[in-house]
């Protein structure tokens, strides 16, 4: 996490590991994204820390925006795709 944080920009690793490895698993999935949760997981862990880190009015283009980012795990924590 501590790393993924320093990279320009920050989570990038997490988000390039969506596009690729979730995206395969996706397809594989017929687009079933709870099979393919622990990539969007560690992407949403990292930008949770970035806005910790920085405050809820930075912005990376690697994360949603933290009010997106905030609904997005409210959901996933209560089962919401």
Do not use: W
């Amino acid at each position: 996490l501590k790393e993924d944080l320093q990279t320009d920009p920050p989570c990038h690793p997490r988000a390039c590991a969506i596009q690729s490895v979730a995206t395969d698993c996706l397809q594989k999935s017929n687009y079933k994204e709870a099979k393919c949760r622990k990539e969007v997981d560690a992407l949403y862990e990292c930008c949770n820390a970035f806005y910790q880190e920085k405050g809820e009015s930075a912005s990376t283009a690697s994360c949603p925006k933290y009010s997106l980012l905030k609904l997005k795990m409210k959901q996933r924590s209560e089962g919401i795709s």
